[in-house]
């Protein structure tokens, strides 16, 4: 390897490890506002999910995968909530 791959690599790991600690973040803050207000979880969900995916191949892979499963369920609670929102008000019209 040159040194300049080297040096390279070396510059990425701690962005991909940035990387996975928002995703579990991002997961974490979207599960919870996944039942109080349904399009944040939503955002917060698809934006962890994404970063969670990026964060995966860094040396907090498990971190990232955490971040990724939490993120994965704020989206389909997020959904849940807002479709029990929608059938509860047209009920009560």
């Known amino acids: 390897m040159e040194p300049t791959q080297i040096q390279t690599n070396l510059e ?3 962005q991909r490890n940035k990387e996975a600690q928002i995703a579990l973040v991002l997961g974490i ?3 919870f506002s ?3 207000f349904a399009l944040a979880g939503i955002v917060c969900g698809v934006v962890g999910l994404v970063l969670g995916l990026r964060g ?3 040396e907090k892979g498990n971190l990232a995968s ?5 993120s994965g ?3 389909g609670f997020s959904f849940i909530h ?3 929102k929608a059938v509860l008000m047209t009920a009560l019209l």
């Open 12 to 14: 990425r790991m701690p």
């Open 29 to 31: 803050v979207g599960f």
């Open 34 to 36: 996944a039942f109080v």
């Open 56 to 58: 995966r191949r860094s």
């Open 66 to 70: 955490v971040g990724m499963m939490l």
């Open 73 to 75: 369920l704020a989206i």
């Open 82 to 84: 807002a479709l029990l």
